[in-house]
């Protein structure tokens, strides 16, 4: 039996980069893959947090399957910790022998916003000039979206501003974008003028009016994967085309999605599977909003866990 290949944080990132990630999540989709059939994960609580187990043996190339063992401390950001972290373990799918071990943590900052973008990016290319970024949140999930936003788009649309509206406005975020406090009347007028508003804080309730948004905005929510925590207002999911990774993943996790049900503002009907807008067998309305809710799924891990793999060494 041969030692797993260990891959620590830098290992990963420098291995497969935000648009190999991309590409990899959307090559797995065209060709096939269907998330509806993926496992479900657990949450298992403890003391300090919960677990997040995370298996999956759904990939591209049915070569491997895994699972993402992930910490949710909510106690950490105050010792200085993550909130989050995670290791990912990788198995042959026919001998189930341990392959290799991916810094989880690094995995997922990377398969996020490559989820995020792979899902929205039919529509931002469908048209054309400088986009204006707003962001919620300055963490790594904030700072990972706005680079692969600038990476898979690029050469096709560029990122004319990036704005990050942030509780504190003590902190700068590290690509060096402008900071607004978050509900200030500066704030509105970002989010106003946004054509692309990602949300990635831990915001239990909705972080704009949804009147702000545009009607050829696109809305990315990855924040929460908890169905009675939103960071989007029920009016939005009203007026937008709601694409979700999977309809029943999101009818048990995405507390976007289930409180705009439970409110009237959202049918289930409504509801697109990302699938099917990667592929080309929808293409939402250009007029109205675009909101893709995420809430992080098995199979995304295990994709790009895979190409993380190919490229290694």
């Given at each position: 039996m041969?030692?797993p290949?260990?891959l620590?944080?830098?290992?990963?990132?420098a291995?497969?980069?935000?648009?190999?990630?991309v590409?990899?999540?959307?090559?797995?989709?065209v060709?096939?893959?269907?998330p509806?059939?993926d496992l479900?994960r657990?949450?298992v609580?403890?003391?300090?947090?919960q677990?997040?187990?995370?298996p999956?043996?759904?990939s591209?190339?049915?070569a491997?399957v895994?699972?993402k063992?992930?910490?949710?401390a909510?106690?950490?950001?105050a010792?200085?910790?993550p909130?989050?972290?995670?290791?990912?373990?990788l198995?042959d799918?026919?001998s189930?022998?341990?392959?290799?071990?991916?810094?989880?943590t690094a995995?997922?900052?990377?398969r996020t916003?490559?989820v995020?973008?792979?899902?929205v990016r039919?529509r931002l290319l469908?048209?054309?000039?400088p986009l204006?970024?707003?962001v919620?949140?300055?963490g790594?999930q904030?700072?990972?979206?706005?680079?692969?936003?600038?990476?898979a788009?690029?050469?096709?649309?560029s990122?004319?501003?990036?704005?990050h509206?942030?509780?504190?406005?003590?902190?700068?975020?590290?690509?060096?974008a402008?900071?607004?406090?978050?509900?200030s009347p500066?704030?509105?007028?970002v989010?106003?003028?946004a054509?692309v508003?990602?949300?990635?804080?831990?915001?239990?309730t909705?972080l704009?009016?949804a009147d702000l948004v545009?009607?050829t905005?696109?809305v990315?929510?990855?924040?929460?994967?908890?169905?009675?925590a939103?960071?989007?207002?029920a009016?939005?999911?009203?007026?937008a085309?709601?694409v979700?990774e999977?309809?029943a993943?999101?009818?048990?996790?995405?507390g976007?999605?289930?409180l705009?049900?439970?409110?009237?503002?959202?049918q289930?009907?409504?509801?697109v599977p990302?699938r099917?807008?990667?592929?080309g067998?929808t293409s939402?309305?250009?007029?109205?909003?675009?909101?893709?809710?995420?809430?992080?799924?098995?199979w995304?891990?295990?994709v790009?866990a895979?190409?993380?793999l190919?490229r290694?060494g």
């Amino acid at each position: 039996m041969n030692a797993p290949l260990i891959l620590d944080a830098d290992a990963v990132r420098a291995a497969c980069s935000p648009v190999d990630a991309v590409e990899a999540i959307t090559a797995a989709l065209v060709s096939g893959l269907d998330p509806a059939a993926d496992l479900p994960r657990h949450a298992v609580p403890v003391r300090a947090g919960q677990f997040l187990l995370m298996p999956s043996e759904g990939s591209r190339s049915g070569a491997h399957v895994g699972i993402k063992v992930a910490t949710v401390a909510p106690g950490n950001p105050a010792r200085g910790l993550p909130r989050i972290q995670a290791s990912y373990l990788l198995f042959d799918a026919d001998s189930l022998n341990l392959v290799a071990v991916l810094d989880g943590t690094a995995l997922t900052t990377l398969r996020t916003p490559a989820v995020s973008v792979a899902a929205v990016r039919p529509r931002l290319l469908a048209a054309s000039g400088p986009l204006r970024l707003a962001v919620f949140g300055a963490g790594p999930q904030a700072h990972g979206h706005v680079a692969t936003l600038a990476a898979a788009l690029t050469p096709h649309r560029s990122l004319a501003t990036v704005t990050h509206l942030v509780r504190d406005t003590r902190v700068q975020p590290a690509d060096g974008a402008d900071v607004v406090a978050l509900n200030s009347p500066q704030a509105d007028d970002v989010v106003r003028a946004a054509d692309v508003i990602v949300c990635a804080t831990s915001a239990r309730t909705p972080l704009f009016d949804a009147d702000l948004v545009l009607d050829t905005a696109v809305v990315i929510a990855v924040g929460s994967h908890e169905p009675d925590a939103r960071e989007v207002p029920a009016a939005l999911c009203a007026r937008a085309t709601v694409v979700v990774e999977d309809v029943a993943t999101a009818l048990r996790e995405a507390g976007d999605v289930c409180l705009a049900l439970h409110e009237g503002t959202l049918q289930t009907q409504e509801l697109v599977p990302m699938r099917d807008v990667v592929t080309g067998h929808t293409s939402p309305a250009s007029d109205r909003p675009l909101l893709f809710k995420s809430v992080g799924m098995s199979w995304q891990d295990l994709v790009t866990a895979e190409a993380v793999l190919s490229r290694a060494g």
